[in-house]
């Protein structure tokens, strides 16, 4: 697969053929859209460049079946549009600005019993938090930020980490910035594509010590198939 670099004007177009690019490879159709809102507008642009990527005649079309902006302040923001989706698609691409909101969802399509191998959720504008969050906590990423199924703020007072985190294996995250795009699955293995140069062919590398020293063992399988999706995406053996 290509890599691509976001451009350093502070748009999305190229974030956005990123994903448009991912998709065509994986042949991914019929998918829905989520995405939060706030003052600054963040995941709206976002949202705005990524289906211009998907409905440019020289680009992927996949069927956007269904898009839907997230009150994240009513009581249960995400029960409406996941009952929908689960109807509809099974590729599901979110942009949550907040680590409170994305670990919500990851809590509710396990409550649903949205998180088998029949659904992927790309999350995408990350601010190259990859599958971490800003705050700190004692659970580390190879990233070295915290996972973002961990409560650091009420430090998992509704017991729900571990939920967050099994969710967590359905997602793929799709994040660039500067003139480095991270492509990361779970957060245990750290994908880099470098670019020197719009004009380079980017160099891929895969940076990290062996699985077995830094993978939880509940993972292992899981991190078998991530690393079998990722030789394919990077074109790397398998």
């Known amino acids: 697969m290509t890599c691509f670099r976001?451009?350093?004007?502070?748009?999305?177009e190229e974030l956005g053929y990123?994903?448009?690019?991912?998709?065509?490879?994986?042949n991914w159709n019929n998918?829905?859209?989520m995405f939060t809102s706030n003052e600054v507008d963040y995941c709206d642009g976002i949202v705005a460049d990524l289906e211009f990527a998907l409905n440019d005649a020289q680009s992927y079309n996949p069927d956007i079946v269904y898009k839907q902006e997230i009150n994240s302040q009513s009581a249960d923001p995400f029960l409406e549009a996941l009952n929908e989706i689960r109807s509809r698609s099974r590729i599901v691409l979110l942009c949550l600005d907040s680590s409170k909101d994305r670990r919500k969802f990851l809590i509710r399509i396990s409550q649903l019993g949205m998180i088998s191998d029949d659904f992927l959720y790309i999350f995408i504008g990350m601010r190259g938090f990859g599958f971490g969050q800003p705050a700190s906590g004692k659970?580390?990423?190879?990233?070295?930020?915290?996972?973002?199924?961990?409560?650091?703020?009420?430090?998992?007072?509704?017991g729900m980490d571990d939920v967050a985190m099994e969710a967590a294996m359905r997602v793929l995250?799709?994040?660039?910035y500067g003139n480095l795009?991270?492509?990361?699955?779970?957060?245990?293995?750290?994908h880099f594509c470098l670019i020197s140069s719009p004009e380079a062919v980017p160099?891929?590398?895969?940076?990290g010590p062996p699985k077995a020293q830094?993978?939880?063992?509940?993972?292992?399988?899981h991190i078998g198939r991530v690393e079998n999706l990722w030789a394919k995406l990077m074109g790397l053996p398998c």
């Open 6 to 12: 976001l451009a350093q004007s502070g748009h999305f």
């Open 18 to 26: 990123s994903v448009a690019q991912l998709l065509q490879d994986f």
């Open 31 to 33: 998918l829905s859209i």
């Open 139 to 158: 659970d580390i990423l190879e990233n070295g930020f915290t996972p973002m199924w961990i409560d650091v703020a009420g430090n998992n007072a509704d």
């Open 173 to 176: 995250v799709v994040s660039c």
């Open 181 to 190: 795009l991270m492509c990361d699955l779970e957060g245990r293995r750290c």
């Open 203 to 207: 160099f891929c590398a895969i940076f």
């Open 214 to 221: 830094f993978c939880d063992p509940r993972l292992q399988g």
